[in-house]
């Protein structure tokens, strides 16, 4: 299981740090990404850590979000600025071998078949 906080609702421009923490044992070949769902949309790849220790981001987020985790490669963290009313969602943390390869959290069926998802936290952006 993970665990998602950090989530609020925030002015657009503002920005928020997401946080997501396993409670139990993380197996090392599973890497940790960050995915969105909006209210009537598909759920879509925001951002990971990769494989070989690279990041990669969703196009609408690139340069304003930053993925990162801490040395033990446990807790996995979102940084995002320059907030704006489409970025208002519920933001999930998941965890797969799968978000180790290259490139898969661009991929519009990112979120398919991942093994451990959170329970999520609501970020809302708005005015």
């Known amino acids: 299981q993970l665990r998602e906080s950090g989530g609020g609702s925030v002015p657009p421009g503002s920005s928020l740090r997401l946080s997501c923490a396993p409670s139990g044992y993380m197996y090392s070949t599973y890497c940790m990404g960050w995915f969105r769902q909006a209210v009537g949309k598909e759920r879509e790849g925001v951002a990971a850590?990769?494989?070989?220790?690279?990041?990669s981001y969703g196009d609408s987020v690139k340069g304003r979000f930053t993925v990162s985790q801490d040395n033990d490669k446990n807790t996995l963290f979102l940084q995002m600025n320059s907030l704006k009313p489409e970025d208002t969602a519920m933001y999930y943390c998941a965890a797969d071998p799968l978000l180790c390869l290259e490139g898969w959290v661009r991929r519009e069926d990112a979120a398919k078949d991942l093994d451990t998802w959170g329970q999520g936290t609501l970020v809302t952006v708005s005015s």
């Open positions: 850590v990769e494989g070989d220790g690279s990041t």
